[in-house]
């Protein structure tokens, strides 16, 4: 299983990016995606998950700011990030569980200027 995520890059405040991570190889039902966070010198934060049966998770600093969709057909998990904040800067990773397994992407970089 591989996960690939795109979409990252340099924004300034209160704009706008959306993220994607394309799930790759034997992908089962029953899983859940999400996305995860990690600033310079922090610790690796949830940022929002999405389960199999579409429900929704987020984590506090981003609610009501960014959303997490899925495309099931296309294996695809998507973070639309609204109102961006400097604080909002970190690598963002992509994340898998599925059978008791977890699974990571290479994190792309999101950079919210002043």
């Known amino acids: 299983v591989q996960l690939q995520a795109s979409g990252g890059g340099l924004v300034q405040s209160g704009g706008s990016l959306r993220l994607s991570c394309a799930a790759l190889?034997?992908?089962?039902?029953?899983?859940?995606m999400g996305w995860f966070r990690q600033a310079p010198g922090k610790q690796r934060d949830l940022v929002a998950r999405?389960?199999?049966?579409?429900?929704?998770i987020y984590g506090d600093s981003v609610k009501g700011r960014f959303t997490i969709s899925g495309d099931n057909a296309k294996r695809t998990v998507y973070l639309q990030m609204n109102d961006l904040r400097p604080e909002d800067t970190a690598v963002y990773y992509c994340?898998?569980?599925?059978?008791?397994?977890?699974?990571w992407g290479q994190g792309t970089l999101v950079t919210v200027s002043s």
């Open positions: 190889g034997s992908i089962f039902s029953g899983n859940v």
């Open positions: 999405i389960l199999s049966n579409g429900a929704t």
């Open positions: 994340n898998l569980l599925m059978r008791g397994q977890e699974y």
